[in-house]
Each structure stands twice: as C-alpha cells, then as structure tokens.
C-alpha cells in the first residue's frame, strides 16, 4: 500500500497537481484518468520518486519493491530478450549463492545460542522468504509463461533485444516488470503497444497480482475488467471514485449534477443578495444590512461551475465522395517474408459505406495485409483491385512523416483541405482537442497524441472516402478517443481499421473479419456480436473476454441442483423486496426535494417583497428560515444520491441472479 497526501506541483504557472490525497491500499487495482496534459503521468513519476513535489508526500512500507513502467522504453542491446528478462532475476541469484555460504557457516557454528549464529540465521531467514517471494526455483518457466502471454514465440527468446521495433521493447520491458513480482506496480499505458489477446493475458495477470496497481490508461473495456478504484485528475485536483471505469462515469455525473445544482443555488442566492444591496445601497435607513450582505457575499466560499467534456462534436464532418458500390476487392492474396507465409489465398471485398475491423492474433498478419491493400507492400500473389471513384488514405501508427515539423496546426490542416472545409477548419479542430491558441502550435511541438489527432482530422476532412487505420487510438485518450469515435460513425466513406479497443470497435464497426491461420472469415456485426457467433463467453458487465478454447458440452455451464435453485430464489425474492422498499424511499426522497426547494423559493420570494422591506424583524425570521431549509435540502438531496446508488447496486445484483 502506499500513500499519496497534499502532493502540490507546478510546471511554471499551471497547478498541475493540488493538494493531491489518495490511499491505494494492498491488493487494490487504481487506474488514473483524465485528459492529455492533465497531469497523469507526473503523478505516476511523483509515486515512483522520479519527481518530487513542492509540498505534500508520498509513503510506502520501507521494504516495497516497486515496478514502474513509462510511456516509452528503449532496450537496444545486442545479447537476446532471454538474457534481458533474466536480469530481473539476478539479485534473488545472487541471494541463493549467498544462501549456500550461510548454510555452510551455520553448519560450522556449533554454539547455537550465540549472537553470531542468531544474526546468520535471520540473514537466512530474510534471503529465503525473498527467493521464495519471486519463485526462483520456477524462473525458467515463469519467463516462458510471461513472454509468451505478452506475444513472444520461444524463437523470439533468442533474437536480439536490438531488433525488435519500439512497441515490441516495451513489451519486453513490460515482461522483465511483471516478472520481479514488485509489490507496487507503475504502469502508465500498458497496452500502447499490445493487441487484444495480449491485453486480455495481461489482465488475467493483473488480476492475480497481489500488491498495489496504479497505472494511467485510455482502454475501458480494460479498466472495466480489473480496476477497483478510479482516480481522475479534473483541473489539477484529484477526485477519487470506488468502482471500475463505468461506475465511475456514473459517479462523476453525479458529483458533476449537484456540483450544477449547488451552483445554479449559489448564482440565485447572490443575485438575491446583490439585487437587495443594489436596491437599498443609497438608503442610510439600510446601511446596516446593506453592509451585513456585502460582508456575506466577501464570505461566501464560490462554487465552481462543472466543467465541459472535452471531446464533444457540435457539428457534421464533409460527406466523402461517392466511389462505386465495390470500394477494393482482393483476389487470391498471398504475402510470404522469405520461407515465411503470413496469410495465402485471401479473397476479401469493401462495400461502400461499410466499416470493417480486421482482427486475429499477435502476428496473423492485420497491418500487412492492410499494407498491401495501400499498395505500399506489393503482394506475393493475387490482385488488389480499387473501386470506381475511390480515394485512400492509409493510417500507419508511428508514421508521422506526412505532416511538416516547420507549420502550425491550423496551416498543416488547411494544406489539403477543401475549400468548403477551409471556413469551418477551427471548429474541426476544436472538435480534436486543438482549441484557443493550440491552432498555433508548430507540429513540430506536439505530443504523440497531438500529432495523431491532427492527422486524423485531416484525413476524415479531407478527398478519401476509404480509410485504412492501423491503430488509430494509440496514444489517444479517452476524450480523444470519444472524438474519433463519433467522427467515424458520421464518416459516410469506407473503413478498414485494426484497433485493440473493443470498446471503439463496438461502436464504429459493422463487419468484423478475423485473420487466422492466413485465411479470412467475415461475421457481421460489432466486436461483441463476432464473439458471440465465435462462441466465446463474456466477462463482467460490457467486457468481453476470449476463453482459450471454443466452449464444447463438457465445458458448458453445469445445472444447479435444487438447494441451488432454492436458495438463488429467496435471494431474489429477498432482494426484490429489499429493492421495493429503497424505490419507495427514494420516491419520498424525491418528493422531499421537490417540496424543499419550493419552499427555499417560496422564502426568497417573500424576502424580496417590497411590502416586507422596513420589517427587520420579519427579515431576520426569513434570513433563519431560509438557511435552516437550505441545510435541509442539502441532507435531502445528499441522502437521495445515496439511495439512487444503493438501487442501481440492487438492480444489478437482481439482473445479476436473474442471469
């Protein structure tokens, strides 16, 4: 477990962190969120020690071992991914060796009372639980397991670190983390650079891991599945919510909502006052009170209005260009590398308007195949054949040669915009995040993200009407991600993208088709629908989850007995009526509200009645009435939220027997 309390850091004149406090406590898995910039992974170098703070701290037991994974490793070394991943291991090796020596020792020492012995012995003791702590004697094949789950064939052990591409040496760093077995881990954005099976191994492994996870991530299928906190960091400060990524979405509407209420209450409440200040400022009669509520208002601790989501698009995208029905055709596709065939035989067709995910393992062959469709790799064999009318544009995720470092945002984007685009570019861009002055920005200042977004915005904006998207998310967060998201379902041109976030792939995609074995198979439908017809099951609400193996009879789900089916329906039954009886409450609950807030209303409307001026005395009974009924209605309203809560839990676990 590790504490973070009253953590403050600026970078120059923005408060990037204030007065951050947040327990993650042992077994629990806190995900970081926000928009880029909001000061996510500061936070995550503050918790490893690579930063330190102005005022505040972080404290963990002396004895942690942590793990911390940045955003970008290098690991260009010439010995094999084997020998690297073996490094982790060298100081438990080096403990064994030293373990041997002290059984020589103790061996030898014959006075086993003595102080010499007792400190040899507890050498013994400390050096025992930390080789059994990292399973040394199981080393081979936990490295082979880890590997494996992160995409490394056993071949792949023995090549080089040095040529492996970056996403594949951060796997590799990934692997030597996971294998110390820290009791802290430090993941900012694990799964840049892994596919979907990869991320779904790695939760499994996360799920078991028994000490402390942080990490920052922009997948929420994932954070859905393993996280049990959810740690937002909104304008410098740190909220904190229970739950995985939707519960959170859900809590924070809530704060957002009584943030708005108490807002809007506190703009009504000063306009009162400062409408009686204006009215009675000149009367000497008045000047005590006068005075008194200008005091108040001096006093008065301002609620912020909640803020706007980021990633909110106010407008429709162009149309593309109409091309033929038959946007590319493939016919008898091969593609080998030497003796290597990655996929043979491939016949595959694009329609217009269609939106197609290519999916399948770690190395099935889904951005080759892509390539050659760009005609930027040409084929072994077969034909690539594009439609009438068709303009493409092909996404590559690393590739940002296409933009020019010396423009600005706004000047890399008008480049190859048209015309009637041209007038409406700020608005488009603002609609990717790039608002106010960051139009000016020269491209060559900009983050990973950035970079990504404004070469998305320009091709969704621009002549194509077929998009062929290699990874598009990475690097995105979710705000951005949203963006892309609700551009691509107004696109009215053709799609072909590879992405490991289901979440965007069930709600962009209306074809999905799996690479495997070098052959194509095409199920229609989102990602959700494709497992479902694959067979494969579900995890959790709205994530999905490949099992290992198709589900066969054995495999299926076993009847219950009648204990079984008689205590899940009293569970219901209890349950049900539980939920029938917090409904009720809630419905008073809401009532009681409704009935508060006339009545605040009703005070302030005598309060500003003329007639009721020149009575102090009648003043002062409204003034005490008023703020005793507004305490009222803050418990009412917060007790409410509590129960609105305690339903929806109910509700879930209902539909959760009923299932």
């Not at 491209?443 to 998207?469: F, H, P, Y």
Request: hydrophobic share 40%; charged share 30%; with cysteine.
């Amino acid at each position: 477990m590790f504490d973070i309390s009253g953590v403050n850091l600026h970078f120059g004149a923005r408060h990037i962190l204030r007065d951050a406090t947040v327990k993650v406590d042992d077994g629990e898995r806190a995900a970081i969120i926000g928009p880029n910039g909001a000061g996510k992974s500061t936070l995550l170098k503050v918790v490893a020690g690579l930063m330190s703070p102005e005022t505040g701290s972080v404290t963990y037991p002396k004895s942690s071992l942590i793990g911390y994974l940045p955003q970008e490793v290098v690991i260009n070394e010439p010995h094999s991914v084997e020998d690297e991943v073996r490094k982790v291991f060298q100081e438990v090796l080096d403990h064994e060796q030293e373990m041997r020596e002290l059984e020589r020792r103790m061996s030898e020492t014959t006075d086993h009372a003595s102080d010499a012995y007792a400190r040899i012995a507890d050498r013994y003791d400390y050096l025992l639980h930390e080789t059994m702590r990292r399973d040394i004697y199981s080393m081979d094949s936990n490295i082979g397991k880890v590997m494996a789950g992160l995409g490394f064939s056993a071949a792949d052990l023995k090549r080089p670190c040095r040529e492996f591409s970056g996403g594949w040496q951060m796997r590799i760093a990934l692997g030597k983390i996971l294998l110390s077995n820290p009791d802290i881990l430090l993941l900012d954005e694990p799964t840049n650079h892994l596919d979907i099976e990869s991320i779904e191994w790695l939760g499994d492994w996360l799920s078991a891991h028994e000490g402390s996870l942080l990490m920052v991530s922009h997948e929420r299928a994932f954070m859905d599945r393993l996280v049990n906190k959810v740690i937002e960091i909104d304008n410098g400060r740190v909220i904190v919510y229970r739950g995985n990524y939707t519960d959170s979405l859900r809590k924070r509407e809530e704060r957002r909502e009584m943030q708005r209420r108490a807002y809007e209450n506190q703009q009504l409440e000063i306009a009162h006052i400062q409408r009686f200040i204006d009215r009675w400022r000149y009367q000497a009669s008045k000047a005590a009170l006068v005075q008194s509520r200008v005091k108040q208002l001096e006093r008065m601790e301002v609620v912020e209005p909640p803020g706007e989501d980021a990633g909110t698009i106010a407008f429709r995208f162009p149309p593309a260009p109409r091309s033929g029905k038959e946007v590319i055709v493939t016919e008898g596709l091969s593609k080998r590398f030497g003796a290597k065939t990655v996929f043979e035989g491939v016949d595959f067709q694009l329609y217009r308007g269609e939106k197609v995910a290519l999916v399948g393992v770690n190395g099935a062959g889904k951005t080759t195949l892509m390539r050659v469709m760009s005609g930027r790799l040409d084929a072994s064999e077969g034909s690539v054949e594009v439609g009438s009318n068709v303009e493409l544009a092909y996404f590559a995720q690393y590739d940002h040669e296409d933009l020019h470092p010396d423009n600005t945002v706004l000047g890399e984007f008008l480049s190859d915009a048209p015309l009637e685009v041209s007038e409406r570019a700020r608005g488009i861009l603002g609609a990717f995040l790039f608002q106010g002055d960051d139009v000016e920005k020269r491209v060559r200042v900009l983050s990973g993200g950035e970079k990504t977004r404004l070469r998305l915005a320009r091709m969704l904006c621009g002549k194509a009407n077929l998009l062929l998207l290699d990874e598009p998310t990475n690097h995105l967060d979710i705000g951005s991600r949203l963006t892309l998201e609700r551009a691509l379902k107004q696109y009215d041109g053709a799609v072909v993208l590879v992405s490991h976030d289901r979440y965007f792939l069930n709600e962009v995609v209306t074809r999905v088709v799996e690479i495997s074995a070098g052959e194509v198979h095409s199920y229609p439908g989102n990602y959700e629908d494709y497992l479902r017809m694959k067979g494969l099951r579900t995890a959790g609400p709205s994530v999905v989850v490949p099992v290992a193996e198709p589900v066969t009879a054995a495999a299926a789900p076993r009847e219950l007995d009648r204990d079984e089916r008689k205590r899940l329906s009293a569970e219901r039954n209890r349950l049900t009526k539980e939920l029938a009886k917090t409904k009720k409450r809630l419905s008073a609950l809401e009532q009681r509200v409704g009935e508060l807030d006339d009545r605040c209303r009703a005070i302030e409307n005598d309060m500003g009645n003329p007639a009721h001026a020149t009575d102090a005395a009648r003043l002062v009974d409204l003034t005490r009435r008023l703020a005793s009924t507004r305490a009222e209605l803050e418990a009412a309203e917060a007790e409410w939220a509590e129960v609105q809560v305690a339903v929806e839990e109910m509700e879930g676990e209902v539909l959760a027997l009923d299932a």
